[in-house]
C-alpha cells in the first residue's frame, strides 16, 4: 500500500504546481475540506487522502478569535508534526502563521481527536533537515518556497498531552 500511495504522489503532486491547481486550490479545497469534516465527524480529509492532513485550530493575531486551518503535515519521527506556511506558492505568509507567531499555543485535530500543542518555528540547519522530510513525503513541494518568492514558515507541532494519545 505505501508503495502504491508513492507513486500516486509522485504523479499528483507536478499537478498541484500548476497555475491552474494554485489559482483553483484556495478557492475549491477549504470549503470541500469543511463539508468532508462536517460529514466525517472531522476523521476524513481529502488531502488526507494522500498525505497526513490535521485540521489547525489556532487563535486570530488580531481577533482572538479560534481559527480553523485544513493542513498537510510532515510527521517529523518523534511525535509531532511539522508544517509548512506555502499557502499555494502565494506572495503573502497564509494567516495562520501569523496566528502561530502570535499565540504559539494551539489545537489540532487528526482523524477526528483533537489535541493541545504549542508551536515553535523551524530554523536555520534544523530547517533544511525539515525540508528534506517535507519533500520524501510529497515530492517537489519545496517548490511552492522557490515561486513564492519569500521564505516559507515552518512550524513544529508538539503535542502539550501524552505523545501517545494520537499517533502522527
Do not use: C, K
Not at 515561486?147 to 505523545?163: C, I, K, N, T, Y
Request: glycine content about 8%.
Amino acid at each position: 500500500m505505501a508503495t502504491v500511495l508513492q507513486v500516486v504522489r509522485t504523479v499528483v503532486a507536478p499537478l498541484t504546481r500548476t497555475r491552474v491547481f494554485r489559482a483553483v486550490g484556495p478557492l475549491v479545497l477549504p470549503p470541500v475540506e469543511r463539508v468532508l469534516a462536517r460529514a466525517t465527524g472531522g476523521r476524513v480529509q481529502l488531502s488526507g487522502l494522500l498525505v497526513p492532513s490535521l485540521v489547525l485550530h489556532s487563535t486570530g493575531a488580531r481577533t482572538g478569535l479560534e481559527r480553523d486551518t485544513y493542513l498537510m503535515y510532515t510527521p517529523d519521527g518523534h511525535g509531532r508534526a511539522i508544517v509548512a506556511g506555502t499557502s499555494f506558492a502565494q506572495e503573502r505568509h497564509p494567516a495562520w502563521t501569523y496566528n502561530l507567531l502570535a499565540h504559539p499555543d494551539a489545537a489540532i485535530t487528526v482523524r477526528g481527536r483533537r489535541m493541545p500543542v504549542r508551536a515553535t518555528r523551524i530554523r536555520g540547519e534544523e530547517r533544511e533537515r525539515a525540508w528534506a522530510r517535507i519533500e520524501a513525503q510529497w515530492p517537489g513541494y519545496r517548490a511552492y518556497e522557490r515561486d513564492s518568492g519569500r521564505e516559507v514558515r515552518l512550524f513544529r507541532l508538539q503535542p502539550l498531552a501524552d505523545p501517545h494519545h494520537v499517533s502522527m
